[in-house]
């Protein structure tokens, strides 16, 4: 079992910055695929960064790419998302994910096997 715990959001204006943190329990978060996804008011959840078990490989949706970037420290058992020249439109809660072994299809919500309960990110217009 994994428990994870997001923090980091708030309320920031349009082009600002945040850094989101999602923090793990247990031994073993060397061993997970780590994902970022959002869901906004009304609308279906949705891939938003997705980064490899050592922190080598890092996979974006094109909305973010360029601007946010996701991390991992396995010594803190933490994965980050720094989120930069934010807008209205990403404004969601933001949920981490894990996945341990097996095929990994990043960008599927299915494919995880822990959430955390989500952080609220609110970029208003």
């Known amino acids: 079992q994994v428990q994870l715990v997001e923090s980091g959001g708030g309320l920031v204006q349009p082009g600002g910055s945040l850094r989101l943190s999602c923090t793990a329990s247990?031994?073993?978060?060397?061993?997970?695929?780590m994902g970022w996804f959002r869901q906004a008011p009304g609308q279906e959840r949705e891939f938003v960064a997705a980064?490899?078990?050592?922190?080598?490989?890092?996979y974006y949706a094109d909305s973010v790419k360029g601007r946010f970037t996701i991390s991992r420290d396995n010594a803190k058992n933490t994965v980050y998302l720094k989120m930069n020249s934010l807008k209205p439109e990403d404004t969601a809660v933001y949920y981490c994910?894990?996945?341990?072994?097996?095929?990994?299809?990043?960008?599927?919500?299915?494919?995880?096997?822990?959430w955390g309960q989500g952080t609220q990110v609110t970029v208003p217009s």
């Open positions: 994910a894990a996945k341990g072994g097996g095929v990994w299809a990043y960008g599927s919500e299915s494919q995880y096997d822990y």
């Open positions: 247990g031994r073993t978060f060397s061993t997970y695929f």
């Open positions: 980064v490899t078990r050592s922190g080598g490989g890092t």
